[in-house]
């Protein structure tokens, strides 16, 4: 059975800093990308960063314009765990942010790659 399980989200003030994590069981973690998206209320889903999976690009990220030089996203496959550590967080960050894995090469941060998902994560960041 596939459990794909987040944590991390809250409130947090702009300029603050949060770290979302994503565990997952059930399918061979190694051998996915992962991607992490956001839905902000009254918006479409969008692809903020992806990690892929293959040892020849295992370190090749992407990352939406917004949050570039801001958002770094990690891979730890002992743990079965992806990582989105987020810094100097703004109040248009506000969220419900999603991880997602699917066997692509190389990541996308286009969710219809992407065949497991996590529950959301609430990330509030106030003025």
């Known amino acids: 059975e596939v459990q794909v399980v987040g944590s991390g989200g809250g409130l947090v003030q702009a300029g603050g800093s949060l770290r979302l994590s994503c565990a997952a069981s059930?399918?061979?973690?190694?051998?996915?990308?992962i991607g992490w998206f956001r839905q902000a209320p009254g918006k479409e889903r969008e692809g903020v960063s992806c990690i892929s999976s293959s040892d020849s690009s295992r370190d090749k990220q992407s990352y939406e314009d917004s949050v570039l030089g801001r958002f770094i996203v990690s891979r730890d496959d002992a743990k079965n765990t992806v990582y989105l550590q987020m810094n100097s967080l703004k109040p248009e960050d506000t969220a419900v942010y999603y991880c997602?894995?699917?066997?692509?090469?190389?990541?996308?941060?286009?969710?219809?790659?992407?065949?497991?998902w996590g529950q959301g994560i609430q990330v509030t960041v106030s003025a």
């Open positions: 997602g894995f699917g066997l692509i090469l190389p990541c996308s941060r286009a969710e219809v790659f992407y065949d497991y």
């Open positions: 059930g399918f061979r973690f190694a051998d996915y990308a």
